[in-house]
């Protein structure tokens, strides 16, 4: 099983994700941003991008990836990551259907006003230009899609624990 933790930067995904691992049993926190790593690394670099998810190769590698994993160890990976164009989304939710990888997909979501501050003061990573320009993409994708193809779990005034413990109810009881 796949449990994909959607939302924008500062939504509290990497925070909540080993905590989430934690509360279910045989499960493993698998980063899709390390395929785009990958992908960034080949020499010749691949076309110039502003994101790697925009590589045609990256959204099929996570899928394979992830296969290849549960493949080997079985249980359940917890997939921290923003995908926020629909089309791609499609492609790595049909993916995984055609492997038989069932898909329990979130959206940890937090209002605008309290993202900002999240990337502004966030004292690990620094503030971030990169995370910034992803609220108005986040907002227009919950608007239209992301938030009717997820469960919605509210990050705004709850702590990571508490979200985590959500989304491992939620994942027992789906």
Known sequence: ???WLNGTHGAGKT???PLVQRLLPDSRVFDAEK???TLMDITPGLPETDNFQ??????PLVVETARGVLDYTGGTLVVPMTVLVEQYWREIS????????PVRHFV???????LRGRIEGDTVMGPSAFRMKHLGPYAE???TWLHGEA??????????AQAALQIAEAVKRW
């Open 141 to 143: 994708a919950a608007r």
């Open 151 to 160: 469960r919605v779990i509210d990050t705004t005034h709850v702590t990571p």
């Open 1 to 3: 099983m796949i449990v």
């Open 108 to 114: 940890l979501h937090t209002d605008q006003d309290t």
């Open 15 to 17: 925070t909540t994700s």
């Open 35 to 37: 395929v785009g790593e």
């Open 94 to 101: 049909t993916g995984f259907a055609q492997h038989d990888i």
């Open 54 to 59: 925009h590589w045609p190769p990256w959204r």
